[in-house]
Every structure is written in C-alpha cells, then in structure tokens.
C-alpha cells in the first residue's frame, strides 16, 4: 500500500511538471519576438515629438520642425501629408486604436458582434475589443498595411490595457501580451516600428520587442519609473501629460510652476515630454 500510495505521488508530481513544461513552452512560442529588419527606423531618447490627433495636419509648411517626430492619426491623414510632413526630415507614426471599437472608422462594419465588449468609459462610441480574436486580428493587419501604403515610419496602437479595465470579455495580461507582440512582429515584419502605448503592467514580457513607448500622464499617476526600462536599453519614452484636465482645451499657457512640476519630475529624467490639451489637438508646450 506505501509503495502504490509513492507511485501515486511520483505520477502526480511527473504530471505537474510536464503540464509547467508545456504552459512554459506555449508562453515562449506565443511570445517570441522576430528579428528587426535591418533598415527599421529606431528612434533614441530624448527625440522631439508633437502628438496630434484631433484633427488631420492642414499644411506640413507650417508645422514646427524642432519637433522631429509627428505621432498623427492613420486614417484621417493621406499619404500625401505624410510625405509632406517627412520631406521637412521629420517622421511620422501613425495612430490607431488596437483595442477598441470605434463606430465611427471607416473599416467598423468589418468587426464582428461577438468581439465587442463594454464601452470605453468616457469615450462615446467605443468599445474593448476580444484582441486575442483571428478576425481582429485580421483587421488590425489590414490597419498595419494602410499605414505602409501611407508610409508611415511607424505604428501606435492604442488601448491595449483592456485587462485594467472592466472590458466585459475577461480579458487578461496574458492576453495583452500575447496581442502587443503579435503586433510587433507583424509590424516589424512591414518594416514599421512600433510602441508600447502605456501597458506598464506588461513592460516587462514585451519592451524588447517594443522600439519605444508612448506614455500619458505617468508624472500624473507618479509611474514615470515603471517606464525608465526604455530609456535603459536607449529607446525613447514619449511621454505627454494634460495639465489643463478634462475638460478645457485651449490655447493658453499653463502656469511656470505646473510646468516646472512636471518638466522637473526626477523620475521622467530622459523622457521626450511634452504638454497637451485632453484632446490633442496643435496646442503644446514642451520641457
């Protein structure tokens, strides 16, 4: 009876390893990170930047060209504006959300019911998105491949942190990992760079595949260290906060000492900072 009673418990502790094994081995098959294309544009620390998306770029002619990287819109500005915007030696990535719903983009009707989750609180007309979804994923590739028809230097895929909120799909870290770097490599497989858009959460399963990270509000939120690994292994952290609040979208200046709070922040030391109104449209100030 002890002899049976020691098999027993040896098959159960063989059968607990062999199923970590095969969990280990699904997560590095899932999150492995191709190689980079050789001419893939990698921006450093401390780059410039404006981030712009209320509304499309007008005239290239006139935007500030201290400011070397645009972080605009991929479906309300043309290829011909893009090009613009690079023949001044800028660069330009292109914005679109990769975890939500919006009932107002022209490629809408291409989702699928059953992959909508809960609204987007605060964000009318949106909805999380079941990022692990083949047909999600699928039109996120065709999103990918109307930012290289648009020759977009780079991608910013939006609201991939559905797993800190109440998505109404269950939707995970795990999850989340899995989708940025699924998005990673089908970027870089196009020759796009690409950013971890806040997600600090899970940093550290994809900075390596990332090329930087576009944050918002972490002197805000004092998370600015959880994004210092970027700056560490020399990728810019493009960071932006939004004084003003929610509610005000102007073009007055904020206070020297809101300014000095934020652009003297220890924490976001090498960050390419800047300020913004909620709605991103041409008001900035930068540190």
């Given amino acids: 009876m002890l002899r049976f009673a020691l098999f027993l418990v040896a098959i159960l502790g063989y059968l607990q390893v062999t199923s970590s094994l095969a969990i280990e081995s699904r997560g590095t098959t899932t999150r492995s990170c191709a190689a980079r294309p050789s001419g893939l544009w990698k ?23 201290s400011l070397k990287v645009w972080d ?9 504006t893009i090009q613009a915007i690079q023949s001044l ?14 009932d107002w983009r022209p490629d809408a009707s291409s989702f699928d019911a059953a992959d909508l989750g809960s609204d987007l609180d605060g964000w009318p007309g949106e909805r999380w998105l079941n990022v692990s979804s083949p047909a999600v994923r699928t039109i996120m590739d065709a999103r990918l491949d109307l930012a290289v028809r648009k020759g977009c230097d780079g991608v910013d895929p939006d609201n991939i942190d559905g797993y800190e909120n109440d998505n109404g799909l269950n939707l995970t870290q795990d999850d989340a990992v899995d989708f940025v770097l699924y998005l990673a490599n089908q970027a870089h497989s196009r020759n796009l760079s690409v950013g971890l858009k806040n997600g600090g959460a899970i940093l550290p399963d994809v900075i390596d595949c990332m090329d930087w990270s576009v944050n918002e509000q972490c002197v805000e939120y004092n998370e600015c260290d959880v994004y210092a690994p970027f700056i560490k ?18 073009n007055d200046d904020v206070s020297e000492s809101t300014k000095e709070y934020i652009c003297g922040d220890a924490s976001a030391s090498g960050f390419s900072t800047i300020l913004k109104n909620i709605d991103l449209d041409s008001w900035i100030e930068t540190c």
């Avoid at 921006?43 to 060209?65: C, E, F, K, R, V």
């Avoid at 605009?72 to 011909?80: E, G, R, S, Y």
């Avoid at 292994?233 to 102007?250: A, C, I």
């Fill in 89 to 102: 030696g800028l660069k330009v990535i292109c914005y679109f959300s990769a975890g939500s719903y919006e």
């Fill in 72 to 80: 605009v819109d991929v479906f309300d500005n043309n290829a011909t």
């Fill in 233 to 250: 292994q020399n990728k810019p952290v493009f960071h932006v906060e939004y004084p003003k609040g929610d509610d005000v979208n102007n």
């Fill in 43 to 65: 921006p450093s620390p401390g780059t410039t930047w404006d981030y712009q998306l209320s509304h499309p770029i007008t005239s290239a002619s006139s935007l500030n060209t």
